[in-house]
């Protein structure tokens, strides 16, 4: 009898562990990918450089963002300083393949497209790459739930995913460790792994702000975003200001002539 208690206990236990994550990876990263967006976004962009905790250089950026379908267009206009005035950048999203990207760039006097070769290359001397400037398809990895509830940064009871490349060559990265808001489906501290397996770079959004769009909708939209190279000691933060929600935005800005004349 002693026996049969202790197998009964074992079953439980077992049964427990394996309904105790009620949601997998893939579901998770699936609602980040599918959670509602404005339908256009506006702000300034404060983006500041720094190294071993010290200024480099502080950039102002109008920012200009759409969605349809469920697909983002994002155009960046670099305003100051002089050595970056004039840039700008254009990414559209695309399902089913890669984002295009297009830069115009003021010294080349023209607009080129990002190959998806130059996907590792940082973006306007940041921190981010143009692959981090652009979206990824979950089923281009495998993802693995490895915590239901952890804090990490200034939130709490995230869901802990791994997401690794289902083909290696397709990323820059060996792996992803994101940790995801059970709310609002936003990935605020995600850990970015070179090719040998070493922490390269830290993604963590700092501050989310309640917005209402059109129709009375709640958005919740990251304000401060600070991407980190812990090999390098170099940080990139995003800061957004002067934030417009589902204020229509004219079609020519999300255009690569927009991009060569600025207007």
């Known amino acids: 009898m002693k026996m049969t208690k202790k197998l009964t206990a074992v079953a439980a236990a077992l049964l427990v562990g394996a309904s105790a994550f009620a949601i997998d990876g893939t579901e998770i990263m699936q609602k980040v990918y599918d959670r509602k967006k404005p339908d256009f ?11 071993d905790g010290k200024v480099e250089e502080v950039r102002n950026v109008g920012e200009y963002g759409r969605c349809k379908n469920n697909l983002t267009d994002m155009t960046m206009v670099f305003l100051s300083p002089a050595t970056v005035k004039g840039t700008r950048f ?15 760039l003021p010294s080349l006097k023209n607009t080129r497209r990002i190959a998806a070769s ?6 306007v001397g940041t921190d981010f790459s143009y692959d981090d ?4 398809e979950v089923d281009e990895d495998s993802h693995k739930l490895l915590k239901e509830s952890e804090d990490k940064g200034n939130f709490k009871d995230l869901y802990v995913v791994e997401s690794i490349p289902k083909d290696p060559k397709s990323s820059q990265y060996s792996k992803r460790i994101s940790w995801v808001t059970k709310d609002s489906w936003i990935p605020t501290y995600i850990e970015l792994y070179d090719k040998k397996g070493k922490l390269l770079k830290v ?7 309640p917005m209402k769009g059109n129709g009375g909708h709640t958005y919740n939209i990251p304000t401060e975003n600070v991407m980190t190279n812990v090999q390098k000691n170099h940080s990139s933060i ?3 200001g002067g934030l417009k929600i589902d204020q229509p935005i004219a079609e020519r800005y999300f255009t690569t002539d927009y991009l060569s004349t600025g207007k």
């Open 41 to 51: 976004t506006q702000a300034a962009v404060q983006l500041t450089l720094t190294k």
């Open 90 to 104: 254009l990414v559209k999203e695309n399902e089913g393949k890669d984002d295009d990207k297009w830069i115009y």
């Open 118 to 123: 130059d996907g590792e290359k940082s973006f």
């Open 133 to 136: 400037m652009s979206s990824r």
């Open 203 to 209: 993604n963590e959004i700092k501050s989310i702000t």
């Open 238 to 240: 995003m800061k957004l």
